[in-house]
């Protein structure tokens, strides 16, 4: 069984400032993908920033980065220069290479202020 | 990137009747499709997987009798609610993938409210 937590329901930023929303996982994949992704009003989800769990390195998009921490089963979501259009829910999402199946979080609202 | 289209993306229906919502991968070959269902302001549960020409693994506590899914081809799969009642309304996501990329494509989504 793998299940995703994320134990921020609601996060608000201002404008401009930078924000971490915060994942944990567990796993009995030794192979799996990490995942980020968005979704807002409009329900469509889309995604954000994509880890390969045997990559050391932390993925990069843009403004968006993750900080993965495999022995800590963590993965957060920073994001910089925060913008009005960034305000959503965020899924944590992680897809284990032996089930193939992908498991979400319960999500993150959030909010960007003005 | 690549694209996948629900259809319809609204539909009311009466009680006891059934329901067809269509997922297209638009661009792509989809070996393998998934449905999910959202109840508002919650994540995303897992109700199938569907490879195309064999018979939709289901997850547990889903009816399989009630959520029909069809995988007739490597763009199309339907999932079908059968005999509707108020509490199947949600919002149905299909995705797909093909191969083993570690990407799914999320398709727009379908509102369902059974009167």
């Known amino acids: 069984a793998q299940t995703v937590t994320q134990s921020q329901p609601e996060m608000s930023v201002q404008e401009a400032e930078t924000v971490t929303l915060s994942c944990t996982y567990d796993?009995?994949?030794?192979?799996?993908?990490l995942f980020w992704y968005k979704q807002p009003p409009s329900r469509q989800m889309i995604l954000v920033i994509r880890?390969?769990?045997?990559?050391?390195q932390n993925a990069t998009e843009n403004r968006f980065s993750v900080n993965f921490q495999k022995a800590a089963k963590s993965f957060s979501l920073k994001i910089s220069d925060s913008q009005l259009g960034d305000a959503a829910m965020y899924f944590c999402?992680?897809?284990?290479?032996?089930?193939?199946?992908?498991?979400f979080g319960t999500g993150t609202r959030l909010t960007i202020i003005p | 990137g690549a694209v996948v289209s629900q259809h319809p993306s609204w539909v009311i229906c009466k009680s006891g009747t059934s329901v067809k919502i269509e997922c297209r991968s638009l661009?792509?070959?989809?070996?393998?499709m998934f449905w999910y269902r959202q109840f508002p302001k919650q994540s995303l549960m897992l109700m199938a997987t569907?490879?195309?020409?064999?018979?939709?693994?289901?997850e547990q506590g889903v009816e399989k009798d009630k959520f029909l899914i069809n995988h007739a081809s490597l763009t199309l799969s339907t999932l079908t609610v059968t005999s509707a009642h108020p509490e199947d309304s949600s919002f149905y996501i299909c995705?797909?993938?093909?191969?083993?990329?570690?990407?799914?494509?999320f398709g727009e989504g379908s509102r369902l409210t059974v009167l």
């Open positions: 995705s797909a993938r093909t191969g083993f990329t570690g990407e799914l494509f």
């Open positions: 796993t009995s994949e030794s192979d799996y993908y």
């Open positions: 880890q390969e769990a045997y990559k050391q």
């Open positions: 999402a992680l897809l284990g290479f032996g089930n193939e199946k992908l498991t």
């Open positions: 661009d792509f070959q989809a070996t393998t």
């Open positions: 569907s490879n195309e020409g064999s018979k939709a693994t289901y």
